[in-house]
T-cell receptor, first 113, second 114 residues
């Protein structure tokens, strides 16, 4: 089946820093999505991307749908403590049965001590 | 504003015991899903139901069964629990007509099998 490789697996942030993470796939996807999971909660959608090359922002978050349709990245600008959590990329094929998503392994964002 | 509700939130089982995880959504969504989350492996799809009356296997269906009881409810059953099924289980739903990829997740059920 499809696999999504997400990197880095974890990162430490300092307040005010910009951070980025990315996701690559061996297969083409028609939709790329980024979710965030807070401790003890389920993932929540941050950004959805529907076209190759698309760049979309949501507040301090910016995500891009790679031109090859096999990758995506997420940037967080001027990070704040509540950015801590696990970020997941997910890909969806066009008209996937039941709108199924394939998820990456997650990037755990932690605060520098 | 309930969204997706899962029960129980925590469960400890002994190997060989059975149990059912319950999920209900109040958003009138057609599609429902069960995922498991393990460290470093993201969310892996166990089973899904594209609409009431249908269920299909996902990536990791072995050892599980599901029932789409009605449009609101989708349950996951472990008939004979194994330590490898220790995980956090998430139920999710999506509106079929949207095809936006937005899944709405419950808060998760943490299962430990001893």
């Amino acid at each position: 089946g499809q696999q999504l490789n997400q990197s880095p697996q974890s990162m430490f942030i300092q307040e005010g820093e910009d951070v980025s993470m990315n996701c690559t796939s061996s297969s083409i996807f028609n939709t790329w999505l980024w979710y965030k999971q807070d401790p003890g909660e389920g993932p929540v959608l941050l950004i959805a991307l529907y076209k190759a090359g698309e760049l979309t922002s949501n507040g301090r978050l910016t995500a891009q749908f790679g031109i090859t349709r096999k990758d995506s990245f997420l940037n967080i600008s001027a990070s704040i403590p509540s950015d801590v959590g696990i970020y997941f990329c997910a890909g969806q094929l066009f008209k996937a049965a039941g709108n199924k998503l394939t998820f990456g392994g997650g990037t755990r964002v932690l605060v520098k001590p | 504003n309930a969204g997706v509700t899962q029960t129980p939130k925590f469960q400890v089982l002994k190997t060989g015991q059975s149990m059912t995880l319950q999920c209900a959504q109040d958003m009138n969504h057609n599609s429902m899903y069960w995922y498991r989350q393990d460290p470093g492996m993201g969310l892996r799809l166990i089973y899904y139901s594209a609409s009431e009356g249908t269920t299909d296997k996902g990536e990791v269906p072995n050892g599980y069964n599901v029932s789409r009881l009605n449009k609101r409810e989708f349950s996951l059953r472990l008939e004979s629990a194994a330590p490898s099924q220790t995980s956090v289980y998430f139920c999710a739903s999506s509106g079929r007509d949207l095809n936006t990829g937005e899944l709405f997740f419950g808060e998760g059920s943490r299962l430990t099998v001893l």
